[in-house]
């Protein structure tokens, strides 16, 4: 049963997207208008409207043009426009640069005349304060009315290269290709264009979405994921509107094709007072790592990074496995690219018999005929290929990396050309490929760009490239996400939150934090609140020793801090000394503290101590915590973090994300404890805050497990709540 | 005091390395020769025997070249001569091209005309078998007794760029610079000289060490170590010749001048059984590992990186501490290398108000005047030489990082200049670049390199090369390593050991084992061998209860697998019980075992359990481990390594490199414990491995710690040994 979304939150954004969609739901117009005007045109070199005239020149558009400017008649040979209305035809795009002040009379025009799709490159908005952000807001008010979608204000343009559309000032057109990129930074967008230019990088679009007052990063990754042209989609964001249906979104897509993004700002954790665990655990960047891995995006770490990456995803098919196959005419670039794969944790394929037969009849007797192939030193371009074929015909080889050192006899244009034929066919398998040198091997570079083979400068490089096909492909493969809904007794918990929120009390108590746990299918442990020393063996004796005491007061947040909790209490002595001591000692310690007595629990003897948590992302929503209990989480910090809701597979693979999973499995004479169990507890806990998103952070700590069959049992509980 | 390093291995290696020292000591002749002989020198292109000859007049050479080919008389106008005797002086470097096979005889020839300095290019030697090999100790048998010392065989040659010297057929002779580079692998050589041709990338000099017969990696480290025109040693290896050497040599040098390495084939470890702990736990790239760390190394995973941080090695100072400004003309890459620095676990400099005032003086009001600052995407050349030039006086800055994107109105070369120009005036200070882009930056580039500004393509480059800078720092800057002598009992160590020997047991028991850590200053539990039940009871009253049952075997390694351990036994009953279980069941379970009988032992009730231990590495002598015990060992490996002698800094710093040292501080409740007495504990087994090389592998596991001032014990051991 797929998780219905049921809550509040998520309800709310899901149908706030269609509204918005509804008036202009495809960005179309963006990419292949017919037709585009360009108010603020300009006949001054240097201004910004003569440099988006000229590229749109330039870049060889095929549509009409339209400058729209009252001071002059003609520019650059094509008729100038007094306004919008003079042009007679509404065209299907129009981009503003004239001053911000002028904007928001533009688009009025721009309504007027029924236009439907703005590119604001103007800036001095939002980004210059609070006049900036008012006449931002007026002009997404016009535009709203209007049924007006516009990517900007302060913004580099959009390029499309099928329909040779330059209208930006970010630099010339590039080449074709399969990369669709968005920027919300418009310098690295120029920066990244030339860089793209100067080695041949094809791309379909390229966008600069600027402010994102209207148009933001999902409207465009959306609209990438629908064009055909795009094969992969790449970026470079600072921050993200619409978390969850972020999320929702970019997982559909991703199941289409990758998605590649650098989210900067990402270390710098804003300072938030957390008062439970799993808040204080998770930084600053611990949700979009969460919304990353959940929606399948691959994170990169700079422009290189992400464009080594890019190349393969748009030029190659992706393996059906890990294992790789290096062939190589020199042995030491050959060990470097073997300890990469196996860093990488990559497998390094083992040939067949016959593709070993095969290779020894063709090589010379000194080439290496296991993996890494080594056609040695003075290897033509024939044994190459020849080993090329050999090796992408193995049913063990998945992925085929080619190294080449420009030696004295290296025909290295050749050896391109051989590769470029060989994958035009054999198209099931990728191939990458690191041509070592540079001017040397500067024809066949252009050679494998040409034939669409990815090239690296470096082995390592080329295999962290395979690394993250294989994952992406993992990722893709992965089971259905089914999320368990689990009776439970939803009526229990509202009264709870209701009754804190209707009293303004933000931390809800261990006893009704417990309450909400039970009408969710958790144990807790047997127990009840005794008033003084005598009442306190009397519950003793009935749960039976041993048994835990901890202080019970709305006011003592950590109870052993206080010397609030003794633990091993084994007969009545113990229980009263407990009682009288913390009656005498608590109350000099906080003397305003409104203590309602002590609650005697039975006590868990044995089992594993773990955490399961709650801490609701602003934008994200509810991220799971689960984490190895005692010294390990405060000493490595050993826990993980998965977005709700959780699948079983989801949960169980949070546990195996821990460094200490083995613990859980059982080591050198431990027993293992019931990690299905655990898995479960975390998928109640996901189902309990997604249906009640006026939980903000919650802790079972500690969640107490015992071998298979035993039910775990959540001996203390932690849970904050606002209104939502 | 300094260790003295008495012990056997190492005294052998210090007197073997002057012997060939003594020889010819300086390998000066390789790289400023007055005079070179090519014998084997060819007239048909294509020839090897041509191509180094053109190479070498082609670069510029001003010295004299004898080619020697008996059968022609002139090659290029150049005088042939018959043989080295024909030429009528002693050529100060010959080069041999003729095929193998009469390579031993030119080699004579040396010898007689007087000849001190050889390259052999040829291959075909021990690469190619066992004929091959016989070959080359021949050659070296002949150099060795004629006091010649030569390059290779199997290599590309020797370049040195300030006598223009291209003794190769690598490539064309380099521009002048300060990487001096070896190789041991051609191919990657030619490689990285056709890549670093085309960037300008200046080296001192190259060399291709082949098979290293005789000029091994270390004689051409100190050579460049040596060499005043060498500012950072690089070199790609696959194998060290002699490791001990290697490392206190390799120390020595990287306090002058930081060595930067490839070593590859480092994660296929050689599959060694071991019988110990800490055998098992060292992987195959351990040593490496220990001896880069030791000896200040910079370990390089790919050449890309290795030029990366090179570049800045050789063209920048050293930085004073780690905190870093950044200068950019766009918030996107500001970000992102913000980002960087925080991951990379560098300062980010905190601009002193002084600093601040000066640049809100002349910098527009919308630029950032705090870190990083940003001069804005209109900034000429200007703005950012007064933003750098005012960062770089900043007493809290120590690198400044300048990020440019070229935006409309950049002024890229002239920024560049300014760049240049600012280095030239603050010397002091490390300046790292990233111009982004290609074509709009490209003569930028070319003026950032001939000013000797380091320059990355992206920001994540530049922030880890700075890391690395910071660590040589940090390395160079180490307390002097004084390696503490502890009195000890050699002569019972001896005695044990020396029995071990020459009764041919290589695994040494645990009673043995303890006297030699008590001869070593450790303490051990108190304890004896009871033969029978009745005489289990007496000890354990003798020395109190809880005791420890164990096994008493020569035959038996692992006890507990066995059934042959029991803790916590609390009275004559539980004693008479496990040791009559023990006498019933294990000779069931091992029935060659010879069972001496049950050591009784007192039972260390309170403390942390630590591993000590020390593996010998055949390449690089004892390696000293220290690990958490328990549970921490098995589930996270949580061990470090380090070479012996240990000083005191370098044994705390192993309990700093585990990742649960907050353990041995004291967690929540928990009591820290004597941290000191571990360090000692492991100078102390340090001192004894060093001084015993016979010992092969050793483990105390566990070593009971308690708080400070409580002597730990070594509860068990295990050792073996060898003849050396």
Same mark, same amino acid.
């Given at each position: 049963?797929?998780?219905?979304?049921?809550?509040?939150?998520?309800?709310?954004?899901?149908?706030?997207?269609?509204? &918005?969609?509804?008036?202009?739901?495809?960005?179309?117009?963006?990419?292949?208008?017919?037709?585009?005007?360009?108010?603020?045109?300009?006949?001054?070199?240097?201004?910004?409207?003569?440099?988006?005239?000229?590229?749109?020149?330039?870049?060889?558009?095929?549509?009409?043009?339209?400058?729209?400017?009252?001071?002059?008649?003609?520019?650059?040979?094509?008729?100038?426009?007094?306004?919008?209305?003079?042009?007679?035809?509404?065209?299907?795009?129009?981009?503003?640069?004239?001053?911000?002040?002028?904007? %928001?009379?533009?688009?009025?025009?721009?309504?007027?005349?029924?236009?439907?799709?703005?590119?604001? =490159? &103007?800036?001095?908005?939002?980004?210059?304060?609070?006049?900036?952000?008012?006449?931002?807001?007026?002009?997404?008010? *016009?535009?709203?009315?209007?049924?007006?979608?516009?990517?900007?204000?302060?913004?580099?343009?959009?390029?499309?290269?099928?329909?040779?559309?330059?209208?930006?000032?970010?630099?010339?057109?590039?080449?074709?290709?399969?990369?669709?990129?968005?920027? !919300?930074?418009?310098?690295?967008?120029?920066?990244?264009?030339?860089?793209?230019?100067?080695?041949?990088?094809? +791309?379909?679009?390229?966008?600069?979405?600027?402010?994102?007052?209207?148009?933001?990063?999902?409207?465009?990754?959306?609209?990438?994921?629908?064009?055909?042209?795009?094969?992969?989609?790449?970026?470079?964001?600072?921050? *993200? &509107?619409?978390?969850?249906?972020?999320?929702?979104? @970019?997982?559909?897509?991703?199941?289409?094709?990758?998605?590649?993004?650098?989210?900067?700002?990402?270390?710098?954790?804003?300072?938030?007072?957390?008062?439970?665990?799993?808040?204080?655990?998770?930084?600053?960047?611990?949700?979009?790592?969460?919304?990353?891995?959940?929606?399948?995006?691959?994170?990169?770490?700079?422009?290189?990074?992400?464009?080594?990456?890019?190349?393969? +995803?748009?030029?190659?098919?992706?393996?059906?496995?890990?294992?790789?196959?290096? =062939?190589?005419? @020199?042995?030491?670039?050959?060990?470097?690219?073997?300890?990469?794969?196996?860093?990488?944790?990559?497998?390094?394929?083992?040939?067949?018999?016959?593709?070993?037969?095969?290779?020894?009849?063709?090589?010379?007797?000194? %080439?290496?005929?296991?993996?890494?192939?080594?056609?040695?030193?003075?290897?033509?371009?024939?044994?190459?290929?020849?080993?090329?074929?050999?090796?992408?015909?193995?049913?063990?080889?998945?992925?085929?990396?080619?190294?080449?050192?420009?030696?004295?006899? &290296?025909?290295?244009?050749?050896?391109?050309?051989?590769?470029?034929?060989?994958?035009?066919?054999?198209?099931?398998?990728?191939?990458?490929?690191?041509?070592?040198?540079?001017?040397?091997?500067?024809?066949?570079?252009?050679?494998?760009?040409?034939?669409?083979?990815?090239?690296?400068?470096?082995?390592?490089? %080329?295999?962290?490239?395979?690394?993250?096909?294989?994952?992406?492909? #993992?990722?893709?493969?992965?089971?259905?996400?089914?999320?368990?809904?689990?009776?439970?007794?939803?009526?229990?918990?509202?009264?709870? =939150?209701?009754?804190?929120? #209707? !009293?303004?009390?933000?931390?809800?108590?261990?006893?009704?934090?417990?309450?909400?746990?039970?009408?969710?299918?958790?144990?807790?442990?047997?127990?009840?609140?005794?008033?003084?020393?005598?009442?306190?063996?009397?519950?003793?004796?009935?749960?039976?020793?041993?048994?835990?005491?901890?202080?019970?007061?709305?006011?003592?947040?950590?109870?052993?801090?206080?010397?609030?909790?003794?633990?091993?209490?084994?007969?009545?002595?113990?229980?009263?000394?407990? +009682?009288?001591?913390?009656?005498?000692?608590?109350?000099?310690?906080?003397?305003?503290?409104?203590?309602?007595?002590?609650?005697?629990?039975?006590?868990?003897?044995?089992?594993?101590?773990?955490?399961?948590?709650?801490?609701?992302?602003?934008?994200?929503?509810?991220?799971?915590?689960?984490?190895?209990?005692?010294?390990?989480?405060?000493?490595?910090?050993?826990?993980? +973090?998965?977005?709700?809701?959780?699948?079983?597979?989801?949960?169980?693979?949070?546990?195996?994300?821990?460094?200490?999973?083995?613990?859980?499995?059982?080591?050198?004479?431990?027993?293992?404890?019931? =990690?299905?169990?655990?898995?479960?507890?975390?998928?109640?806990?996901?189902?309990?805050?997604?249906?009640?998103?006026?939980?903000?952070?919650?802790?079972?700590?500690?969640?107490?497990?015992?071998?298979?069959?035993?039910?775990?049992?959540?001996?203390?509980?932690?849970?904050?709540?606002?209104?939502?």
């Amino acid at each position: 049963m797929q998780y219905p979304f049921k809550c509040g939150r998520i309800r709310r954004l899901t149908s706030y997207y269609p509204v &918005t969609k509804g008036v202009n739901m495809s960005l179309e117009k963006f990419f292949s208008p017919q037709s585009v005007a360009i108010v603020g045109a300009s006949q001054k070199k240097g201004k910004v409207g003569y440099e988006i005239l000229t590229s749109m020149v330039k870049g060889g558009y095929e549509g009409k043009i339209f400058p729209v400017n009252h001071k002059t008649s003609e520019i650059e040979g094509l008729k100038c426009y007094l306004d919008l209305k003079a042009i007679g035809e509404v065209p299907d795009l129009v981009l503003i640069i004239v001053p911000a002040r002028f904007v %928001a009379d533009i688009m009025q025009q721009c309504v007027r005349v029924g236009v439907k799709s703005v590119v604001i =490159i &103007t800036a001095g908005f939002k980004e210059v304060g609070s006049e900036g952000l008012r006449m931002e807001q007026q002009v997404v008010q *016009i535009a709203k009315q209007g049924g007006i979608r516009f990517v900007g204000p302060n913004c580099l343009g959009v390029m499309d290269t099928a329909s040779k559309l330059n209208a930006s000032f970010g630099g010339d057109l590039p080449v074709q290709g399969g990369i669709g990129y968005l920027s !919300q930074s418009g310098a690295l967008l120029a920066a990244i264009l030339d860089m793209a230019n100067a080695n041949g990088i094809g +791309f379909s679009s390229l966008v600069s979405i600027g402010n994102k007052a209207d148009v933001d990063e999902l409207d465009m990754i959306v609209a990438m994921g629908e064009d055909p042209k795009t094969r992969v989609i790449a970026g470079y964001l600072e921050s *993200i &509107t619409d978390g969850e249906l972020f999320v929702r979104k @970019a997982e559909q897509i991703s199941n289409e094709k990758p998605i590649l993004l650098i989210k900067s700002g990402g270390t710098t954790a804003g300072a938030k007072a957390a008062s439970s665990h799993t808040g204080s655990l998770a930084g600053g960047d611990t949700a979009y790592e969460c919304v990353f891995e959940r929606a399948g995006i691959i994170r990169c770490n700079s422009i290189e990074q992400q464009f080594s990456f890019a190349q393969a +995803f748009a030029n190659q098919p992706l393996p059906k496995g890990n294992n790789v196959a290096v =062939i190589t005419n @020199a042995g030491g670039p050959g060990i470097m690219a073997a300890d990469a794969i196996e860093r990488a944790g990559l497998g390094f394929a083992k040939l067949t018999d016959e593709t070993v037969e095969k290779l020894t009849s063709q090589l010379p007797p000194a %080439a290496n005929v296991l993996n890494p192939i080594d056609v040695l030193g003075d290897a033509l371009a024939k044994p190459y290929e020849f080993a090329l074929e050999v090796a992408l015909d193995d049913p063990n080889v998945d992925i085929a990396l080619v190294l080449l050192t420009p030696q004295a006899m &290296t025909e290295c244009k050749e050896t391109a050309e051989a590769i470029v034929r060989i994958s035009k066919k054999k198209t099931e398998k990728p191939i990458l490929v690191c041509f070592m040198g540079a001017n040397k091997v500067a024809s066949a570079l252009k050679v494998l760009r040409e034939g669409k083979i990815p090239q690296y400068n470096s082995a390592e490089s %080329a295999v962290s490239t395979i690394r993250v096909m294989t994952d992406y492909l #993992r990722w893709k493969n992965r089971p259905k996400r089914v999320v368990r809904l689990f009776p439970v007794n939803r009526r229990k918990v509202e009264n709870v =939150i209701d009754r804190h929120l #209707r !009293q303004g009390l933000r931390e809800v108590g261990e006893a009704d934090a417990k309450e909400v746990l039970e009408a969710y299918g958790f144990m807790t442990p047997k127990g009840s609140i005794a008033t003084n020393a005598e009442q306190a063996v009397n519950i003793a004796q009935q749960i039976g020793y041993p048994v835990v005491m901890k202080i019970w007061s709305p006011d003592i947040v950590h109870k052993s801090d206080v010397g609030g909790v003794k633990v091993g209490l084994n007969n009545a002595r113990e229980v009263m000394d407990a +009682f009288d001591l913390m009656m005498y000692r608590i109350p000099m310690k906080v003397p305003d503290a409104y203590i309602l007595g002590v609650l005697v629990q039975q006590m868990c003897k044995s089992g594993l101590e773990v955490i399961l948590g709650m801490n609701r992302d602003p934008r994200f929503g509810p991220m799971m915590m689960f984490g190895m209990g005692g010294t390990m989480v405060e000493v490595l910090k050993d826990v993980s +973090f998965y977005l709700a809701p959780l699948t079983a597979d989801e949960a169980k693979q949070m546990l195996i994300n821990t460094r200490t999973y083995k613990m859980l499995q059982g080591v050198r004479g431990q027993e293992g404890v019931d =990690i299905d169990a655990i898995a479960e507890g975390l998928q109640r806990l996901s189902q309990l805050v997604t249906e009640f998103p006026q939980i903000k952070e919650m802790d079972i700590n500690p969640f107490v497990v015992g071998r298979e069959g035993v039910v775990p049992i959540a001996v203390d509980a932690r849970m904050s709540v606002e209104k939502d």
